[in-house]
């Protein structure tokens, strides 16, 4: 997860207290209860991933006839 302090704050890293994380720019941080509860009070903002264009090709789904009549049972 990726995450930026509030702007102004200076929040030290779980295992690193002397390391921060600022609002300069966002840290790639693991996914702890620490750093959840760090964006619960508000110290953190987790950044939101850029969107990643997708490359696959989709083919259409084909057309429905809606006007064919389905075939009796037994017929």
């Not at 990726?2 to 390391?19: D, F, I, M, T």
């Not at 953190?44 to 057309?63: F, G, K, Q, R």
Request: proline share 7%; charged share 30%; aromatic share 4%.
């Amino acid at each position: 997860m990726k995450v930026k302090a509030r702007s102004g704050l200076r929040v030290p890293k779980e295992h690193a207290s002397r390391q921060y994380i600022t609002d300069a720019e966002a840290v790639d941080v693991p996914d702890t209860a620490y750093y959840h509860r760090r964006v619960a009070d508000g110290d953190l903002v987790v950044e939101a991933a850029p969107a990643v264009e997708s490359s696959v090709d989709v083919a259409p789904s084909p057309a429905v006839d809606s006007s064919a009549k389905k075939a009796a049972k037994g017929a």
